[in-house]
């Protein structure tokens, strides 16, 4: 086991875990779990994240170092961190690499759109005796004044308008109440201190849209916010991003068909308009918060564009 900045010889296997994860439950139950894994998948690094950016660092310096298969054990957080780390090393090192992962945060979306067991232990199965499947990447370029442009990658969704407020504000508060409460509480919260947001995209090479919108969503994975399933059509392999724009609803409107989006019915609410494309950029002369797998970076405007069959993702086989 080494921390960051650890000189421990490259193992073929590194676990990174964030104990925070989940409201502190990742650290409480990590000796359980390292024991469950060791007897499962052998011997095996591990590193722990302190803060932000830590995942992104022990992963890419896992990778350069010879690790092969790198295992996240944490929530939809931890996993962009890490994801993050894959996509800064070079293609052909990615495409001998493969990614685990054990989910336990607020949230974890994700495992709703992939193969990958929501319970810890089966998980750990699912890597012994699982199967890669490439998966497309969201590559997100975020656009600041008189600076270059930031790049960030994204696995599952990458939204802006109310998914940001909304994000923004869980991240404050407890989550205490599980991933349900939080992120509906939390909804509701924003729905009265936020207004609609005039702005500007454009998908693939179509002609660009001026529209008033509570929410833009990118999406790769089908859910997010605790399981709203805001992209029902959305698949992580098929080179595309499903759009999904939440219009110009009022806002009793909006409260009517929130469950819609619980059930895989956003396509039956009116005013909502769904597109699928390779890039999607988008604008505001507003100031409009982004939403990216669970964090909460920066403002539009910004660019994303697809990157298929980016990582080695380990799942259940068929």
């Not at 998908?203 to 029902?232: F, I």
């Not at 068909?257 to 005013?271: E, N, Q, S």
Request: hydrophobic letters at 40%; glycine letters at 12%; a positive charge.
């Amino acid at each position: 086991m080494f921390g960051l900045g650890g000189t421990e010889s490259a193992s073929a296997t590194v676990f990174i875990v964030n104990p925070q994860a989940g409201n502190g439950s990742t650290g409480k139950a990590w000796p359980w779990l390292k024991s469950l894994s060791q007897s499962t998948l052998g011997r095996f690094a591990t590193v722990f994240t302190r803060g932000p950016g830590d995942a992104v660092q022990a992963t890419y310096k896992a990778m350069q170092e010879g690790s092969r298969r790198i295992v996240c054990v944490g929530g939809d957080g931890t996993l962009s961190e890490v994801v993050n780390g894959f996509m800064a090393v070079g293609p052909p090192i990615r495409r001998q690499s493969e990614l685990g992962f054990i989910p336990n945060g607020t949230g974890c979306d994700f495992v709703r759109t992939v193969a990958i067991p929501r319970n810890m232990e089966q998980a750990v199965h699912t890597i012994a005796r699982g199967q890669c499947r490439p998966i497309d990447i969201g590559r997100l370029w975020i656009r600041r004044p008189g600076a270059p442009p930031v790049c960030r990658h994204f696995h599952n969704i990458a939204s802006f308008g109310l998914g940001g407020e909304v994000c923004a504000q869980v991240n404050r508060a407890s989550k205490a109440f599980g991933p349900f409460m939080s992120f509906l509480w939390a909804t509701v919260a924003a729905l009265l201190r936020f207004g609609k947001k005039r702005v500007m995209f454009r998908v693939d090479d179509g002609l660009e849209q001026n529209a008033t919108v509570w929410n833009v969503v990118v999406a790769n994975g089908r859910y997010h916010g605790g399981g709203m399933q805001v992209a029902p059509e959305a698949r992580v392999d098929d080179g595309l991003f499903h759009v999904s724009v939440i219009g110009d609803l009022s806002f009793l409107e909006v409260c009517r068909h929130l469950p819609k989006l619980y059930i895989g019915r956003i396509d039956d609410i009116d005013k909502v308009e769904t597109w699928t494309g390779r890039c999607i950029e988008a604008t505001s002369a507003q100031t409009v918060l982004l939403e990216v797998d669970g964090e909460q970076p920066g403002t539009l405007p910004i660019v994303a564009e697809i990157v298929p069959k980016a990582i080695n993702l380990i799942m259940s086989p068929p």
